[in-house]
T-cell receptor
Framework: GAVVSQHPSRVICKSGTSVKIECRSL??????MFWYRQFPKQSLMLMAT?????????EQGVEKDKFLINHASLTLSTLTVTSAHPEDSSFYIC????????????FGPGTRLTVL | AQSVAQPEDQVNVAEGNPLTVKCTYS??????LFWYVQYPNRGLQFLLK??????LVKGSYGFEAEFNKSQTSFHLKKPSALVSDSALYFC?????????????FGAGTRLAVHP
């Protein structure tokens, strides 16, 4: 069964509003989770590494003030897209590590964001 | 720079025939390699990994991958393709950056299996 869930699976919002996406680790206390963005017919791009109890580590070129990440508990990380614009429309996927030292990741089902 | 390359955008194969999805990598040190599959509008599902040991790794759904150090390749294979195998396949390599283990993904290869 699924080990990572995301909510919502799909969201449509107006330009200028903020959208929060939740990522839950269902069976494992995850100190580290990851947020990816995937454009149509393209690969996954790592946006940030979410760390429980501390600030997220953002990849180069990702605006930390636009994509707010909170990892307040060992089972929940949230991504808030602030003041969303149409160019933020994308498929957002979170993941957690397996817990082994080799760090394969288990992915959530993704959230399709459409900004009108 | 550490990277993963999937040279084929799409692979077409007839059902029942063997399939190969290619992946090459460039990393420093010993590579930790992974294959994932993505169905439409879904997250990625883990198929298999190579860490060390036998060069032929067996994974989920009858897939296997062969690690070739001299060719820096990690091609995904299946002896007999199914229509249900049609999906997007990603090769990935683990890298350590900023103190964290991260995955770098290839661009993906779309596999189309025809009846």
């Amino acid at each position: 069964g699924a080990v990572v869930s995301q909510h919502p699976s799909r969201v449509i919002c107006k330009s200028g509003t903020s959208v929060k996406i939740e990522c839950r680790s269902l069976d494992f206390q995850a100190t580290t989770m990851f947020w990816y963005r995937q454009f149509p017919k393209q690969s996954l791009m790592l946006m940030a590494t979410s760390n429980e109890g501390s600030k997220a580590t953002y990849e180069q070129g990702v605006e930390k003030d636009k994509f707010l990440i909170n990892h307040a508990s060992l089972t929940l990380s949230t991504l808030t897209v602030t003041s969303a614009h149409p160019e933020d429309s994308s498929f957002y996927i979170c993941s957690r590590t397996s817990g082994s030292s080799y760090n394969e990741q288990f992915f959530g089902p993704g959230t399709r964001l459409t900004v009108l | 720079a550490q990277s993963v390359a999937q040279p084929e955008d799409q692979v077409n194969v007839a059902e029942g025939n063997p399939l190969t999805v290619k992946c090459t990598y460039s990393v420093s040190g010993n590579p930790y390699l992974f294959w994932y599959v993505q169905y439409p509008n879904r997250g990625l599902q883990f198929l298999l990994k190579y860490i060390t040991g036998d060069n032929l790794v067996k994974g989920s759904y009858g897939f296997e991958a062969e690690f070739n150090k001299s060719q820096t390749s990690f091609h995904l294979k299946k002896p007999s393709a199914l229509v249900s195998d049609s999906a997007l396949y990603f090769c990935a390599v683990r890298v350590v950056s900023g103190g964290y283990n991260k995955l770098i993904f290839g661009a993906g290869t779309r596999l189309a299996v025809h009846p």
